[in-house]
């Protein structure tokens, strides 16, 4: 290794013993005086341009850095600023040029001249990754690549633009670029220097599927750390590592597009029930899923909070989502901004399922993205990097309690102040970035657009699913943890009466977790299906209409206005409780010879 480092020069066993006393007399055998390579500073431009074909055109991570040091004959009490610096072992090159910089002003320079010529080295070679680094921090436009989009000024028109240009076509697809590795963000979001909370271990409880489903039928648990440790367990935790030709990644409880990730999520609530000596503050603390913890990053007025949760029980906590859309643009391109609300979906669905492990509900209660750039630090821009600013999305309320609860949400009429003191920036997640207007200007076009009334009276009753049976009664952790991305299928035909109730489950009762999280306020979703082996049901394209019969001849009415004339509308008997109506629209939706290209670099 060393050899490859130092390019052309002499390593002899009696000049350089690694960890020895005479790592000090590395010679340069081009030059003729035999002068070492430690007494010059900084090093000749034919070694500095080695040095940076080989070393510079990667990201160094911290334990690079402690070999080049170790290599130099540094002693380890010179190692602390980078070991401090680099607390989760992912090193200075994913901190960023600022950080070498913040570095190498807290790096103490020895008196020994050998020592001092060696740490003025390590200095160059930081230096010289640290240009390397701000070299690829300048971001492209990949719609340099397309023709430019015209983009309406109206906010509305510009939605349903987006709605168009995205969509997936027969012939074409929407805009991304081939998959660029190198620029690969990061799935796991930090703020280094923030007051961390590790969350511990907790007591095993074993509580089947079907029960979860019941009203009160779990006793509900204190808030604790123990406690919030395992309910961010089932509901936002990493819950398995895979691997496969060499690579591996992490899958967490929620599903993700793309395993993507996009979603941050921030717990408030009062410290004095994670930590002992808290005094009287409220944190606002981002989960780091990596190492399943919690990162004060801020800390509010408890003044603030208590108006926040006004009405609900006692220890009643916030949770906020917000979507960093770079990590899904670098994959996905345009449709990006798609997928992060899809996700969004996914893990407040997952919040409710936590939350009934626990004997706890949970329930969306504002969307007000000025409101959530306030409270979650996520309006701070010179906290990100420009391109992986965190997009706020929903807010949510967990309370302690299983029984009906009736409350009323207000958003308060002066959260313009500064009620909240953030601390700590956000890690950066790439190097290289790529900047689509159009995700930009959606996120500006639907800044404003609160879909919930200001006053909202929530936690209705939970009802159980009838005579709905689940056909096995697993633990619900097992269920839940054990959830995974569904690749490939038998060539076996699925029941009829399995289909069926399916159908029931997906029936839009917002009285059924995890539907219960919502309001009825929102316009319940129409589900489409591709049916391909289902007994009783030809392949074809079926819709799943949800209400009562008189709201269901009315939409169908307005639907068949809005969709293709040719689609069939043929009623289809899938006869069960839930007075579930489908209507078949096509027999046949398959396209016999492919027009779109193979997916290229789906996952290296």
Not at 213 to 221: G, V
């Amino acid at each position: 290794k060393c050899s490859r480092q130092f390019g052309e020069v002499d390593l002899h066993q009696n000049i350089f013993v690694m960890g020895g006393t005479n790592s000090s007399s590395i010679k340069d055998h081009d030059d003729p005086s035999n002068q070492t390579i430690l007494s010059k500073s900084p090093l000749p431009a034919k070694r500095v341009k080695f040095l940076k074909d080989e070393e510079f055109s990667h990201t160094w991570s911290l334990q690079d850095v402690l070999d080049w040091m170790r290599m130099l004959g540094i002693p380890d009490r010179f190692h602390q600023p980078f070991i401090a610096g680099c607390i989760d072992g992912e090193g200075i090159g994913h901190l960023g040029g600022p950080c070498i910089e913040q570095f190498l002003s807290e790096l103490t320079i020895p008196e020994d001249p050998q020592l001092r010529a060696a740490m003025e080295f390590i200095c160059h070679l930081l230096k010289e990754q640290k240009k390397f680094q701000d070299s690829l921090m300048e971001p492209t436009s990949p719609e340099e690549k397309f023709v430019p989009h015209k983009l309406p000024k109206d906010s509305h028109d510009l939605v349903q633009f987006y709605h168009n240009v995205t969509k997936h076509y027969v012939d074409h697809g929407s805009r991304s670029n081939s998959v660029n590795w190198a620029a690969q963000p990061k799935c796991f979001r930090r703020y280094y220097g923030s007051p961390y909370i590790s969350l511990p271990d907790f007591p095993s409880v074993t509580i089947s599927w079907s029960d979860l489903h019941q009203p009160c039928s779990i006793t509900p648990s204190k808030v604790t750390l123990p406690s919030i440790s395992r309910f961010l367990h089932h509901s936002l935790a990493v819950s398995a590592l895979k691997e496969s030709h060499g690579s591996s990644w992490t899958l967490r409880v929620p599903p993700s597009s793309g395993g993507l990730h996009p979603t941050e999520a921030y717990v408030i609530m009062p410290l004095e029930n994670l930590i002992d000596d808290a005094s009287n503050e409220i944190g606002v603390c981002h989960y780091s899923a990596k190492d399943h913890g919690l990162e004060v990053r801020g800390k509010m007025k408890r003044q603030f909070f208590e108006s926040l949760t006004a009405g609900f029980p006692e220890n009643s906590l916030l949770i906020g989502l917000t979507s960093v859309h770079w990590r899904e643009s670098w994959k996905y391109g345009e449709r990006a901004f798609r997928y992060t609300h899809l996700d969004i979906g996914h893990v407040i669905s997952s919040l409710t399922y936590g939350c009934a492990m626990m004997g706890w509900r949970f329930q969306i209660v504002t969307e007000n993205v000025n409101f959530l750039g306030k409270i979650l630090g996520t309006d701070r821009v010179d906290d990100f990097n420009l391109n992986e600013v965190e997009d706020p999305a929903v807010l949510g309320i967990v309370v302690p309690e299983s029984r009906d609860v009736e409350a009323v949400w207000k958003i308060p009429e002066n959260f313009s102040e500064n009620f909240v003191e953030f601390s700590a920036k956000g890690n950066l997640l790439s190097f290289q970035h790529e900047n689509w207007e159009i995700i930009s200007e959606m996120c500006r076009a639907t800044a404003d657009s609160e879909t919930l009334p200001k006053d909202i009276r929530i936690f209705r009753e939970i009802s159980t699913f009838g005579n709905f049976q689940y056909p096995w009664e697993k633990d619900a952790s097992h269920v839940i943890r054990g959830r995974r991305s569904a690749l490939g299928f038998r060539r076996i035909s699925m029941k009829f009466h399995e289909f069926s109730q399916i159908l029931g489950r997906l029936d839009f009762n917002l009285n059924f977790l995890p539907y219960s999280a919502i309001f009825p306020e929102i316009s319940p979703l129409y589900l489409v299906y591709f049916i391909f082996q289902v007994e009783n049901l030809k392949p074809g394209l079926y819709i799943q209409l949800r209400g009562n019969l008189d709201e269901i001849s009315a939409e169908k009415r307005n639907l068949q206005e809005m969709m293709d004339q040719n689609f069939l509308w043929e009623f289809v008997d899938v006869s069960n409780e839930n007075q579930v109506i489908v209507f078949k629209l096509k027999s046949n939706f398959q396209v016999e010879t492919p027009v779109l290209p193979p997916p290229r670099d789906v996952r290296r």
